[in-house]
């Protein structure tokens, strides 16, 4: 069993994530005498649907049971009115409901319980929970899904994880009129992992309308297998990008759906897969943070880019990642203009190479490195 760096509230809480990052066994693990409903259970979907107030009364019919699961609460939405008033009653009883959508819930219009329950997601695995397990050019390849990282045949395992999304939560959910077309905007736009969203060229590579496209990358995310960077514009000096950076949440699972042939070349995808691989790092970072931190990107309209920015009350960070052993003079360029506008921010660059350089006043670390060592539980400068 690796142990995950998730740290639990002691109230009650919503635990999203994408399928497969072992949400249902950490709380198994973490949680052996909890109350469980599993709504991936065909039986209980049926009782539960048909009968939303029998968690009441299970409930009342174990008093013994100070923390009650309810497993993809999303296929039943109706059933977090009963919570709410269960926890209403006080009878000091956690309740965690996990999900790996939220789209059912908002388009039902339920309020994830008016506040009385915290928003908490699960990761894909990070390096340093690995340890030495890690391997960064694997890592690259096959992603560090657990239900992939665990399996025989991580490639089948892949393959297989995307067309059951696409039908058990997509095709079963009613969520897109033509599951054709939303498999072939799935393949089209992993060509938009790193880079920033186009939706009207898209648009037009999957034949549908651009509102189509935008509906689609919306239910991506609220399936949580993708997400979006806004720009960083805080005290902007200069004309800015508007159009936000896209990122499956997985390098596997990016590389699974980005097609490949003669014309395609082999580090262009590995440099978007690393890039992915830092940004799920970072994002698993702010997440699990107390204090409230942004991770963003900064692109002017002449084309100067930093990757990351992370931003909050004491880390100020501009991280530039890129794929390759040895830097030249080109790979500093969007580091100083960003430095030059934010003297405050701490440039940092990651590469491909083996050792730690200070260049122009920029460090630069190998990103196996710095992502071994990045650690939940300390700040980011506590990793360089």
Request: charged fraction near 25%; glycine fraction near 6%; proline fraction near 6%.
């Amino acid at each position: 069993m690796i142990k995950r760096w998730f740290s639990p509230p002691s109230t009650g809480y919503f635990l999203f994530g994408p399928r497969g990052t072992g949400k249902t066994t950490w709380l198994k693990e973490s949680y052996p005498e909890a109350l469980w409903i599993d709504l991936l259970q065909p039986e209980s979907l049926r009782n539960y649907s048909a009968y939303p107030e029998r968690l009441g009364e299970l409930v009342h019919a174990h008093p013994e049971k100070k923390v009650v699961i309810l497993d993809e609460v999303q296929r039943v939405p109706e059933l977090l009115s009963v919570v709410h008033s269960l926890i209403e009653e006080k009878r000091k009883i956690q309740f965690i409901l996990t999900g790996s959508s939220s789209r059912k819930l908002k388009r039902e219009g339920v309020d994830l319980l008016a506040g009385r329950a915290l928003l908490k997601e699960m990761y894909p695995f990070v390096a340093g929970e690995l340890k030495e397990q890690f391997n960064l050019q694997k890592a690259l390849t096959i992603g560090h899904l657990p239900l992939v990282v665990d399996a025989e045949d991580p490639d089948a395992t892949l393959r297989t994880y995307v067309a059951l999304y696409l039908k058990e939560e997509v095709q079963a959910e009613g969520l897109v009129r033509n599951l054709g077309d939303f498999s072939r905007f799935l393949e089209i736009i992993s060509f938009s992992h790193g880079a920033q969203l186009n939706a009207s060229n898209i648009a037009r590579e999957c034949c549908v309308s651009r509102k189509t496209v935008e509906n689609y990358i919306q239910i991506a995310q609220d399936l949580l297998l993708a997400f979006t960077l806004p720009v960083f514009t805080r005290r902007a000096k200069r004309a800015l990008a508007a159009h936000p950076k896209f990122y499956f949440f997985d390098p596997g699972v990016f590389r699974s759906l980005r097609p490949f042939g003669p014309v395609d070349h082999p580090l262009e995808i590995e440099g978007a897969a690393l890039e992915g691989l830092v940004a799920e790092h970072l994002r698993a970072w702010v997440g699990n943070q107390k204090k409230n931190y942004e991770l963003s990107f900064w692109r002017t309209r002449s084309g100067l880019e930093v990757d990351f920015i992370l931003y909050g009350s004491d880390q100020f960070w501009a991280i530039e990642v890129k794929n390759s052993t040895h830097l030249s003079p080109s790979d500093f360029h969007g580091l100083f203009a960003f430095k030059q506008d934010f003297p405050e921010a701490k440039p940092l660059l990651l590469y491909r190479g083996k050792e730690r350089l200070l260049q122009k006043e920029i460090l630069c670390i190998p990103c196996e490195e710095f992502l071994s060592k990045l650690s939940f539980e300390a700040p980011i400068w506590k990793h360089v």
